[in-house]
Structure formats: C-alpha cells, structure tokens
C-alpha cells in the first residue's frame, strides 16, 4: 500500500514540476522548458565554482565567500571531493548531448565545445592524485597498476598509492564519471581510463570460497582494509553493467581470475565473452551487499568490519603469495543516502539488463524505504523534504538523487523523490542564489555573519550536478 500511495502522489508532483516549467499548459513543453532551465542553472553554478575553486593545475580549492570574492581555504581537495568538478561538467555534457538529440542544439552549439575542453583540463587535473604501485591481491602477486589515490601530489603520476593510500571507492566514482564522459564525447580514452580502473576493482573482489562452495564476494574499501563498504561495492554497479553493454555483441574476450572451489586455494583462469564478464561481477557485487549491508529499515548500512584492528591476511600457495580472506562480523551504522544511491541505480541497471523481477522488487522497496529514512516533509521548511547536507551529505545525497532519476522508469513511485530535490534546488536558487553560488543551508539561505558565507567548492559543483541530472531526466522522459 505505501508504494501505491507513493505512485499517485509521484504522478501529481512530477505534473506539478512539468506545469511550474511551462506555464502550466502543456507537459511535454514543461518538461523542455524545465530541462532547459535546469540546464541553464547547471551551468551558471558550474562556471561561478570553476571561476572561483579551480586552481592553476586545475585542483580544487576547498572555500571560498562569494561576498568578499576571496578563497578562504587554499587547501585542495582529495580526490573524491575534488572530482565533482569533473562529475559536474560530464553531468553538463551529457545533458547537452541529450538536448540536442532530443532535436533542440540551441545549448549544445553554444556551450559543449567549451565544456568539452573544462573537462579535457580536469582530467588532466586529476592526473596530479595518480601513481603506481604494486599489489598483491586475491588471485595476482605483485602486480603493477596505476591507480588515484586519496591525496594530491605535486606533479603528474608521481602520487603514493601504495596501501591505505587509495580507495576501490574513489576509483568507482571515477569510472561512472569516465563513462558518462565517454558517452557525452565519444572520447576514447575515458572508455580506456573506466575499463582499466575497473579491472583493478575487479582484482579487489574477494573471491575466496566459503563453507557452501560460493564466493566470499564484496570488494574492501581499498587494498589496504578489510573492512567491505557499501560505498566501494554499490558505485561499481552501474558502471559494470554499462561496460557489459558496451561490449555486448562485440565477440572480446576477458580473462577471469577466480580461485578452485574444489579445493579453495588454487588460483586459475577462464576465458570469458567480455560482456558477460563484467555482467558476471555487477551480479556478484550486488548479491554481496545485498546479502550483507541491508538493514531492517529497508536501507544499507555503511560497511562490514571485525571488532579487531586491521589486519590482512596473507596465504602461500604453490610457492606464491595471495591475499587471504578477512571474516567480517559487524554491521558499522550509521547508513548514508549514497549507501543506498549507488545500489539503487545498480538494481535499476541490472534489471534492465536481466529482466530479472527480483531486481524490481528490490528498487521499488529500496525507492520507498530511503525516501521514508532519508527526506522528512517540513521538517526545515513548509512543504520541502529536509535532507541532512551536513559534512559530505551533500554529495551523498545527489548519489541518491541519481538513484531516484534512475529508477523513475521502471517505477514511477521514484517521481515524488526526485521533484523533492527539484523543489529544494529552486527554492534556494530562487530564494538566495548569489553571483552563482548557494549559500550552506539551502532552506534558510545565507546568514548575517561572514562566517557562514565560506562556501565549499565540493558543494558548489555538486549542486550543478544535480541541476544537470534533473535536466537529464526532463529529457529523457519526455
């Protein structure tokens, strides 16, 4: 009954958000008139933020008041707060490709060439948190890759990666970006950069077997934790299953490494049709959180961990040395919007690419149970969703977004959901939008002191995306 309830509410907002971008005459003008706003605004935010944020080798300045017109805080970003410039602009690229298809060049003529070269200029900003190390994993010794890590080094490639230094879940983030900018340009080395970074989460996957004869599963935070997250299991989804459809019907190989369920030591190989390959590991991945993070309140929790410090253990087979397995007993809380963003378009994708209902129930459930958990209806302001923007929250929450835009196709109980975020984003845009900018609190806008008027570049970019992904779903379902 909640989900019905949803539904017909859902149809009432989505006409409401149609109407408000056309006058209310006719909804499928109002969705091309809204996507173009949404657009417009995308990109207003987008050039205020790379104007202010952006340094001279295009890293990410963490503050700036737009009142003063001076960075606060010079420091630059990480690599996951740091790339929602590059999320942003392939989110803007995307759209404007969508526009244009849809039969309306006007935005594309004027504004993808210049995007397209912001983008080729943070990517090459990105390079200054890659370098290369080697890694001893599951099923390969001391194998050298070239990865992103967690900070940001002086030069080019010449970052340490080695351990805790990078995250699987950073280099997720990335693919899904790499490949939205892959299919928005056409540009052949984001699909090289996805696909690559993708094998090297793929080798994070713990394919030691268990008491029935199954994979363990799950890939850990990074190669140097035990400890499985959602956040570095639920990114990868999606962007397996677009690899899968990618490569769907070109006759390409993969080579699967996976180790001897017969005697649950020896490491051996497979050929596999590459579609299928990556298909393979978005079901193994899924089936891992699914089976492990998902709580009683319908949402995911935010990781798997041991009450022990950590520790990795190692085995010797054969005369060489692999990663063992960790056993992880503990279910860390608290949940996060991005835990259940990320797995929701990954049900949606493997729905669509299966046909499997299970993948339906459990959208449809996960739809209903984060709005439930995560949006409380005037809580800040009358008639807006209040949804925590604390800390990182906001970029969690535009996981969750793109979740709900995702999900809209195959149940139209996700509409409600996403026109939440719409309101909310105008009714700061409307209300308090200044040179470009949103202040910190997006329902009470900016306060009297100067203090609260530092605004994070990381926020900034990641409220043009969402401006950019709403455009996306104006379009697409026209």
Not at 26 to 42: C, F, H, M, V, Y
Not at 126 to 135: A, E
Not at 391 to 417: E, K, Q, S, W
């Amino acid at each position: 009954m909640i989900s019905l309830f949803v539904s017909a509410l859902s149809l009432v907002a989505c006409v409401t958000a149609c109407d408000k971008g056309s006058g209310g005459d006719d909804g499928q003008n109002g969705n091309a008139d809204l996507a173009t706003r949404n657009l417009e605004r995308a990109m207003e935010i987008a050039d205020a933020a790379a104007s202010a944020y952006l340094s001279g080798n295009f890293g990410l300045y963490k503050e700036y008041n737009p009142y003063t017109g001076q960075v606060t805080d010079s420091g630059e970003e990480n690599a996951y707060e740091g790339a929602t410039a590059f999320e942003a602009v392939a989110n803007i690229l995307y759209a404007l490709h969508l526009q244009k298809e849809s039969g309306n060049s006007t935005l594309y003529d004027q504004h993808f060439e210049r995007y397209t070269k912001l983008l080729d200029q943070l990517y090459y900003g990105l390079s200054f948190h890659k370098g290369s190390f080697k890694l001893t994993s599951y099923t390969k010794t001391q194998q050298s890759w070239t990865v992103y890590g967690v900070p940001r080094a002086s030069s080019p490639g010449t970052n340490n990666v080695s351990g805790t230094m990078n995250v699987y879940d950073d280099q997720m983030w990335l693919i899904r970006d790499f490949l939205e900018a892959y299919h928005a340009t056409g540009n052949e080395k984001y699909l090289d950069e996805a696909e690559y970074l993708a094998e090297y989460c793929i080798d994070g996957y713990d394919c030691h077997i268990d008491e029935n004869g199954k994979e363990y599963g799950g890939i850990t935070w990074g190669p140097g934790y035990m400890s499985k997250h959602s956040c570095s299991n639920g990114p990868f989804i999606s962007s397996l299953v677009w690899l899968s459809d990618i490569y769907k019907g070109t006759g390409e190989k993969a080579t699967r490494y996976y180790i001897d369920p017969s005697d649950k030591k020896t490491r051996k190989t497979e050929e596999m049709d590459k579609s299928e390959y990556f298909l393979h590991y978005a079901k193994g991945v899924y089936k891992y959180q699914h089976d492990h993070l998902l709580n009683s309140e319908g949402v995911y929790e935010d990781n798997m961990n041991t009450p022990v410090p950590n520790y990795i253990v190692y085995e010797t087979v054969d005369g060489k040395e692999y990663r063992g397995h960790n056993n992880l007993t503990t279910c860390n809380t608290p949940p996060y919007s991005y835990n259940s963003g990320a797995i929701l378009s990954g049900a949606v994708d493997l729905y669509l690419a299966t046909g499997d209902s299970q993948y339906l129930t459990d959208l449809t459930a996960l739809t209903d149970a984060s709005f439930r958990y995560f949006a409380k209806l005037g809580e800040t302001v009358d008639g807006l969703y209040t949804y925590d923007f604390t800390g990182n929250n906001t970029m969690f929450n535009a996981v969750l977004l793109r979740g709900y835009i995702d999900a809209y196709p195959v149940y139209n109980g996700a509409a409600l959901p996403v026109d939440s975020f719409q309101q909310l984003l105008d009714h700061a845009y409307d209300n308090y939008a200044y040179k470009g900018f949103l202040p910190n609190s997006l329902y009470l806008g900016w306060a009297n002191i100067n203090e609260n008027r530092k605004v994070k570049g990381k926020d900034q970019f990641t409220y043009a995306a969402e401006y950019a992904l709403l455009a996306q779903y104006c379009i697409e379902n026209n």
